[in-house]
């Protein structure tokens, strides 16, 4: 059972380079969410998705773009890395009618740092 | 402004030692709260949902209980393999969105064999 899967899992960008976080799920679940985890702080919800073509921000959208073209997949993309933006990333997923109850299933990852 | 607490920040047990971890929230209107097990260099992983005041979830060696104003995730006689950060979550009535969670900082758990 793959789950949720993230890639990379380690990533190295120059600030004002771009890059894509990929995030693939194959339990077809209708929400798919990404956040951040910075030292000293709670996880942060970036963008989330209720189904393909629909998206929303979170609490810290700045900076970061999201589509979601199919179920499967929902991926993150950083337009202008700065170093304010190295995390470490989680993608997590929920069927539809169990986000509300906090039933989420991450992937394990993606570490980014912002040089 | 909302908060989710954790206490203390981290802990360390021997096998056996039985204790438990606080998770205190200054917001109105809760509309559920979560608790998640997160093992170093992997993302979280659910544990339970609590609704209202006096519902207790168990599972195993955890017990998770909730009142008006905190939560207590209890650990009877732990193991090495209950080693782990566990993290506290909310989610709010009037937050926009019902998919919003505020994430407590977690509470790092050792125990030693």
């Known amino acids: 059972n793959a789950g949720v899967t993230q890639t990379p899992k380690f990533q190295v960008l120059k600030t004002g380079q771009s890059m894509t976080l990929q995030c693939a799920q194959d339990m077809n679940h209708e929400y798919m969410s990404w956040y951040r985890q910075d030292p000293g702080m709670g996880l942060r919800l970036i963008h989330y998705?209720?189904?393909?073509?629909?998206?929303d921000q979170g609490e810290v959208p700045n900076g970061y773009n999201v589509s979601r073209s199919t179920t499967e997949d929902f991926p993150l993309r950083l337009l202008s890395a700065a170093p304010s933006q190295t995390s470490v990333y989680f993608c997590?997923?929920?069927?539809?009618?169990?986000?509300?109850?906090?039933?989420?299933?991450f992937g394990e990852g993606s570490r980014l740092t912002v040089l | 402004e909302d908060q989710v607490t954790q206490s203390p920040e981290a802990l360390r047990l021997q096998e056996g030692e039985s204790s438990s971890l606080n998770c205190s929230y200054t917001v109105s209107g809760l509309r559920g709260l979560f608790w998640y097990r997160q093992d170093p260099g992997k993302g979280p992983e659910f544990l339970f949902t609590?609704?209202?005041a006096g519902e207790e979830k168990e599972k195993e060696r955890l017990k998770a209980t909730l009142t008006k104003k905190e939560s207590f995730l209890h650990i009877t006689a732990p193991k090495p393999e209950d080693s782990a950060t566990y993290l506290c979550a909310v989610r709010l009535m009037n937050r926009g969105s019902n998919y919003k969670l505020t994430f407590g900082k977690g509470t790092l758990l050792t125990v030693n064999p």
């Open positions: 997590a997923s929920s069927p539809g009618d169990r986000v509300r109850t906090g039933e989420l299933f």
């Open positions: 609590l609704y209202s």
């Open positions: 998705s209720v189904g393909a073509g629909i998206t």
